[in-house]
């Protein structure tokens, strides 16, 4: 029983194309997250959602879309793909409320991107 | 700006001995400390935390310990075994993000 799963495992596609990656969490969990780690194997947040409500939102290229239609659900649509997005993806979920920490975070399997 | 530091990128003990992974910091705002543990091709798994009001947290055979003034965070593992094998990251939480340092990979030897 999956608790945080994302799909595609694996994602090889050209620069310019436009993907996406689904995650789900099954735990009732408030907010969920993004992650990408890069070469240098630094995980930094890009996203996150409370309650479908985007509540963090680094330093990232407009390229990327984080959609959330119900709290269990944060899929990541990235256009106009570049070399340099290749990386892992991990969607994570914590049971975090409107206030307070994050605390513990529950991650996925993770996507490997390429880009091409 | 790495805000958070793991200056080890491996360390090899032998299974039964104590396993010590560090971590330092520079932001005072951090309120929340974690370890994380990461098999290849798996997501990070949480290992053990420590709110910032407390210096010790003791699970089984992790322990992590906080020294604020230092701002230094390690986790021992004891005794360590070929299980325990993986990379460790630590984290630390200010609102609702978790900054992440770079990762220690522990071997432990049978």
């Known amino acids: 029983d999956t608790a945080v799963s994302q799909t595609p495992k694996y994602l090889v596609t050209q620069m310019g194309n436009d993907k996406s990656i689904k995650c789900e969490q099954n735990?009732?969990?408030?907010?969920m997250y993004w992650y990408k780690q890069d070469s240098k194997k630094f995980l930094k947040i890009m996203f996150s959602?409370?309650?479908?409500?985007?509540?963090i939102n680094e330093t990232v290229p407009n390229r990327f879309s984080p959609k959330s239609p119900d709290k269990a659900h944060l899929n990541l649509h990235i256009n106009s793909l570049e070399l340099g997005d290749s990386a892992v993806y991990f969607c994570?979920?914590?049971?975090?409320?409107?206030?307070?920490?994050?605390?513990?975070?529950?991650f996925g399997p993770g996507t490997r991107l390429t880009v091409t | 700006d790495q805000q958070v530091k793991q200056n080890s990128p491996s360390l090899s003990v032998q299974e039964g001995r104590i396993s010590i992974l560090n971590c330092d910091y520079t932001?005072?705002?951090?309120?929340?400390f974690l370890w994380y543990k990461k098999y290849p091709a798996e997501g990070p798994t949480f290992l053990i935390s420590?709110?910032?009001?407390?210096d010790k947290n003791e699970d089984g055979r992790f322990t992590v310990f906080l020294n604020k003034s230092a701002k230094h965070l390690s986790l021992h593992i004891v005794p360590s075994q070929p299980g325990d094998s993986a990379v460790y990251f630590c984290?630390?939480?200010?609102?609702?993000?978790?900054?992440f340092g770079k990762g220690t990979l522990l071997t432990v030897n049978p």
């Open positions: 994570a979920s914590s049971p975090a409320g409107a206030s307070g920490s994050s605390y513990e975070q529950y």
């Open positions: 735990l009732g969990h408030d907010t």
């Open positions: 959602y409370n309650n479908k409500e985007l509540i």
């Open positions: 932001n005072s705002m951090f309120d929340y």
């Open positions: 420590i709110s910032s009001i407390k």
């Open positions: 984290a630390m939480s200010s609102n609702y993000k978790l900054t």
